[in-house]
């Protein structure tokens, strides 16, 4: 398809920056506030539900080597379930990278420009992940090699300069939380990492799919490493309880970087992470959309497919850029039933069942 | 098409000149500090008042002293809450207040005895203020605390500011709102806040006194201590606050007077803190009341022999000297214990202590922690060792006495 063709390294890069992009923000919030000191643990189990999603998508995409995922399931199902299966992961494509797009216009609002209209960012941010998907996944695969880094050491200091103002005896008592709701929490945590799901979309554009299955558990684990350490960080320095309060604690937490009197007001840093781990994620959820769409239609290119689609991914988030209480209500409750117990685990587990059971593989050319 | 594109992308230089919400800063007022009071009015429950600092001021050699020209003003404005009070203020000043720089909390008396709570809102919602800052309560009315015009410093809220930047010094305590109001929301359900107050400046030179307003400065003294429902329900005098710095593990700049060893000189002896750590380990009794054993160990430099006898360079003389410090660390952490007991506000992280070490017990006390609090067993062991005597082994003129 003339896209070019991406190495293991880059795509655990992508997949990182996906991972972390959104969670990074929201998370932290919904999994402290409702475990406590405890999320660290929700963030373990959440790893165990990403590496398993990991697990399924690479093992259905090595029998479909040369096929995305919205490419093999009408031929594990059959075409006509097949298709219109593969039309609702279009639409749950587009319906997350949406999602996403509206939490970052939220969180410009919430919290430094707060009267830019929120158009302006869903516009412009679409605009540029058009044109990156337009010059093909290489381009942005590579520029995303780039921000990484700096995405990384961002998430770093971040994290730990506030360390004049911690105080680690606050994540004691460990195990205060039973495990019922310690698994429940780690559906939602878990539905963020879930999105290493995509990865079925972007495994036939690989060169080799040797070691993909390592590279994507340690992506998974990397990511929840990250986490922990943020939600350690949060917790030492504001308190479980506070933390389950504050709209995006980890602004919160960069607002309270004040290291010897010079290093002061480094939001910006959060900002940084903010806008470049969006902009990856945008790029890669139109990539998908568009993809899904071309193969769920049996187009052979997708790029004329991409105006269009950005057209509607402007206003799908424009339209999900709802009241903040509302936002929470879905990431709370409905998030985990869209996420890890339908899209992104139980049914490609299923259709990974009868794959195996058909024993359907991909004919040889 | 490129030429297009170029073509937009020079256009689009002429929209991208600056931020959205951006305003210079010569069109802001940089509130540097704020004071919560009670209105006189019922209807207006809040009495805003902002200190705003006039940067000229602060830049050493330009400005400073010029005639005319103040250090910072003052506002007030009153309102149902806390924003209508800054409303309330804008009408009157030109600038846009700005709140970024705003680094002090300052509560009145009379609002801090009637309930914190719906105060503390703001200051955390707020996109400018950072929760981060000090929190301290005023003797009488929080107004007069930012109002005060010092002889020692251009502002009061920057003196204050720079006194808690210090970090604790003594019996000062800085107290960040983020630690006031976990202590607050904690297992403890209590938390402290520095007092501060005006007072007469003694030292005056005499150009100070030509100004009779300069004749003020602000001493910041005791703690305040707040209930779970966020009433100020009393003070900590310098001992008992003293106490309560043992106890949390916060004591770094500290100073003990002992007396001296010897019984019949009637001196003093100054020791300065080095370091020190506490622990508190918790047991809970047969009957449910935990027993808290607090262990603190401490390093001591001997600061000052106010006396003139010998035995200074004796090691029994330094071991009593230790012993004499463990003393007065146990007394004064016996009492804080006391008070915090007398008020039944658990400022001392004894609730959080017991939650971290017995969570399975805690789960029986929590209810009633308000009942078993005043009746927890408090027992001392302060280990205190002094390791170095300052620059000079003996008071010059022991010395002397030796020779003859």
């Known amino acids: 398809m003339g896209d070019g063709k991406i190495s293991q390294r880059q795509l655990a890069f992508l997949f990182f920056t996906i991972l972390i992009g959104t969670m990074f923000f929201h998370n932290p919030q919904i999994v402290v506030g409702t475990t406590g000191q405890d999320g660290w643990i929700a963030y373990l189990i959440a790893s165990f539900w990403g590496i398993l999603v990991a697990l399924v998508m690479v093992a259905l995409g090595q029998r479909f080597p040369d096929q995305t995922l919205t490419g093999y399931i009408p031929n594990i199902l059959g075409k006509p379930l097949g298709k219109i299966l593969s039309l609702l992961y279009t639409i749950w494509f587009l319906f997350i990278g949406g999602g996403v797009l509206a939490q970052f216009a939220n969180f410009m609002n919430t919290t430094i420009m707060a009267s830019t209209p929120k158009m302006v960012f869903i516009i412009t941010f679409v605009a540029i992940a058009y044109y990156a998907v337009n010059l093909g996944l290489e381009t942005f695969v590579r520029v995303n090699e780039l921000l990484l880094w700096v995405i990384v050491i961002a998430i770093i200091l971040v994290v730990t300069l506030p360390y004049e103002l911690m105080d680690l005896r606050r994540m004691l008592p460990v195990g205060q939380m039973s495990i019922g709701k310690l698994v429940a929490t780690s559906l939602i945590a878990g539905s963020w990492r879930g999105e290493v799901m995509l990865v079925g979309m972007f495994l036939p554009a690989l060169v080799t799919l040797k070691n993909t299955t390592r590279n994507m558990i340690w992506t998974v684990f990397l990511v929840g490493v990250f986490m922990i350490a943020v939600e350690i960080s949060l917790v030492t320095v504001f308190g479980a309880q506070i933390v389950g309060d504050l709209e995006v604690p980890v602004f919160n937490l960069a607002r309270m970087i004040s290291t010897a009197r010079v290093l002061d007001r480094v939001e910006a840093l959060v900002l940084i992470i903010w806008v470049f781990a969006t902009f990856i994620k945008i790029c890669a959820f139109l990539y998908c959309t568009a993809r899904a769409t071309a193969d769920t239609v049996g187009f052979q290119d997708y790029r004329f497919l991409l105006l269009p689609l950005s057209l509607l991914f402007t206003a799908i988030a424009y339209n999900q850029t709802v009241d903040p209480a509302k936002f929470v209500d879905f990431l709370l409750f409905t998030w985990p039933g869209y996420g890890l117990l339908s899209f992104e685990l139980v049914i490609p587990l299923f259709l990974l069942i009868v794959a195996l059971w058909r024993g359907k593989r991909e004919k040889k050319v | ?404």
Not at chain 2, 218 to 228: C, D, I, R, T, Y
Not at chain 2, 363 to 373: A, C, L
């Open chain 2, 1 to 404: 098409m490129k030429r297009l594109l170029a073509f937009f992308l020079i256009i689009s230089c002429i929209f991208t000149t600056g931020c959205w919400d951006q305003i210079e800063i010569t069109d802001l007022a940089l509130v540097i500090g704020t004071a919560l009071d009670k209105g006189n009015d019922p209807e207006n429950k809040v009495a805003l008042t902002i200190q705003v600092a006039n940067p000229r001021m602060f830049i050493p050699g330009e400005g400073g002293g010029g005639d005319g020209e103040e250090a910072f003003w003052t506002a007030t404005g009153t309102g149902k809450t806390i924003r209508e009070a800054t409303f309330g203020i804008s009408h009157r000043v030109p600038r846009r207040l700005f709140f970024g720089h705003n680094r002090l909390m300052i509560v009145g008396e009379e609002v801090a005895r009637e309930g914190i709570m719906p105060y503390l809102d703001r200051y955390f919602r707020s996109r400018e203020t950072r929760p981060n800052l000090y929190i301290l309560v005023a003797r009488g009315r929080g107004q007069d605390i930012l109002e005060t015009n010092m002889a020692t410093f251009r502002s009061s809220g920057m003196a204050l500011i720079n006194m808690f930047d210090l970090g604790n010094n003594h019996t000062v305590v800085p107290v960040r709102l983020i630690q006031f109001v976990y202590d607050l929301t904690s297992a403890c359900q209590a938390a402290v806040a520095p007092m501060v107050q005006v007072v007469v400046q003694s030292s005056v030179s005499i150009e100070e006194a030509k100004h009779a307003s300069r004749l003020q400065t602000l001493s910041v003294k005791g703690l305040a201590v707040f209930n779970s429902e966020g009433q100020m329900v009393g003070e900590m005098n310098e001992t008992e606050t003293a106490g309560l710095l043992w106890i949390r593990n916060w004591a770094e700049k500290h100073q003990l007077t002992v007396p001296c060893p010897i019984e019949s000189a009637k001196a003093s002896v100054d020791l300065d803190l080095m370091g020190s750590t506490s622990k508190t380990r918790v047991e809970i009794g047969e009957d449910g009341i935990p027993r808290f054993d607090i262990e603190v160990r401490t390093v001591f430099d001997v600061g000052e022999h106010f006396g003139n006898h010998m035995d200074m360079d004796q090691s029994w003389y330094i071991d009593s000297l230790a012993k004499r410090a463990n003393t007065t660390i146990a007394r004064e952490i016996q009492a804080a214990v006391s008070k915090a007991k007398a008020l039944n506000a658990d400022v001392l992280g004894f609730a959080e202590e017991v939650h971290r070490q017995h969570p399975r017990e805690w789960e029986v006390i929590r209810n009633n922690w308000p009942d078993i609090f005043p009746l927890v067993e408090v027992n001392v062991s302060s280990m205190s060792e002094i390791t170095t005597r300052g620059m000079s082994a003996e008071n010059p003129d022991d010395s002397l006495k030796v020779v003859k």
